[in-house]
Structures are given as C-alpha cells and as structure tokens.
T-cell receptor, first 111, second 114 residues
C-alpha cells in the first residue's frame, strides 16, 4: 500500500522569507501524480501544485515550487516570499485513482 | 465555473441515527470521491464513483455507503451512527476515472454525533 509521510508536524516562517515543507512517499508504481494541497482554517482544501511522476522538470506555480526526487521518493514544497495568507495546514498527496494523504504540516507565518 | 458544493455544511446527529450527505461535482466532472478527516486519523479515503459505478472503496465498515446519480451528483450515507463518526467529510471531483487528473475539493460537511 502507498504511504505518504510528512515529518514536520509544524513549521514556522517569517513573512517574506522562504520555507520548505518535506514529504516522502512509498510506492512500487512508476506512474503516479503528486500534489500539495493547502487547508486554511476555513477547512477548504485548495490545490497548490501538481507534479506528474513522468516529468523530470520540477513544477512551479508563482511563489510555490517543488523539488521532486523520484529515486528518493521525495516531494518537497518550497514557498518563497511567504505571506500571511500562506498560513494553513499543508497536505502532500499521492494519487493513482484514489488519493493518499500525509498527516499534514501546520505552517505559521510570523509578521 | 462553479466549484464542488456539499450540503449540508453542518449536521448534528445522535448515536444510532443515520445521515445522508450530498455532493455536486464541478460541471463536466464525472468522478466523485469521498474522504473522512479526523484529528486522530487524518484524511482517509472512503470511496470513489465514476459514471454511477463504485470504482474504489476504502477500509470502512458497511455502515458507510454511497451512490452516484446520472448527473454525477453523489450521496454518501452513514447508518447507525457512532461517536467516532464525528468528522469532516470531504467530497472531491475530477474529470477522469484513471486517477491522472487533479481532484478538486468541496468545503466539506462537518458531522457531529452526540
């Protein structure tokens, strides 16, 4: 069974600085998709970024980028120029059919 | 384009009752998945429907069931409610059944069992 591990239950970053959230996963599949979702206090799950496993190029979306290391089964999220609105719980997810989620990382942004 | 909608947003039930939650996917999306989110267990997959057929099922007891209608709207039902069923129930929709596209989530239904 696939598992997703987020080893940092909580992270903190100063406004305008950069923070990296870690995610590792375990799978025997070669084709799959990885996602980062953000869940603010409203509880709405919002897509942050998506990475196809067959693509070597790391995905970027404005201030959000990933470091995808397929051999190491690692998928970290980098948030640059952190803003107060980035404060939320961040979930890493692996998908082939159903999605498997990590336990989440709570990100605090300090003004 | 309207997002995924879920009704009701909040529910309070007592043990032994049953409950039905509803999810309307994004227009054009035919796959609907349900997840249970609790502080202790995190996000857990319940089931997935595509074209009115259940495609995948998570490790939940038979008290949890679902269905999908021809317009892709989905309902999930929980019978004989237990205190441990208190959770946020999230619905997600996507276009395809093969798991190659992005799932978009609704705002969730917060179920409290007393």
């Amino acid at each position: 069974a696939q598992t997703v591990t987020q080893s940092q239950p909580e992270m903190s970053v100063q406004e305008a600085e950069t923070v990296t959230l870690s995610c590792t996963y375990d799978t025997s599949e070669s084709d799959y998709y990885l996602f980062w979702y953000k869940q603010p206090p409203s509880r709405q799950m919002i897509l942050v970024i998506r990475q196809e496993a067959y693509k070597q190029q790391n995905a970027t979306e404005n201030r959000f980028s990933v470091n995808f290391q397929k051999a190491a089964k690692s998928f970290s999220l980098k948030i640059s120029d952190s803003q107060l609105g980035d404060a939320a719980m961040y979930f890493c997810a692996y998908r082939t059919g159903k999605s498997t989620f990590g336990d989440g990382t709570t990100l605090t942004v300090k003004p | 384009k309207a997002g995924v909608t879920q009704t009701p947003r909040y529910l309070i039930k007592t043990r032994g009752q049953q409950v039905t939650l509803s999810c309307s996917p994004i227009s054009g999306h035919r796959s609907v998945s349900w997840y249970q989110q609790t502080p202790g267990q995190g996000l857990q997959f319940l089931f997935e429907y595509f074209s009115e057929t259940q495609r995948n099922k998570g490790n939940f007891p038979g008290r949890f069931s679902g269905r999908q209608f021809s317009n892709s709207r989905s309902e999930m039902n929980v019978s004989t409610l237990e205190l441990g069923d208190s959770a946020l129930y999230l619905c997600a929709s996507s276009r395809r059944e093969d798991g190659t596209d992005t799932q978009y989530f609704g705002p969730g239904t917060r179920l409290t069992v007393l």
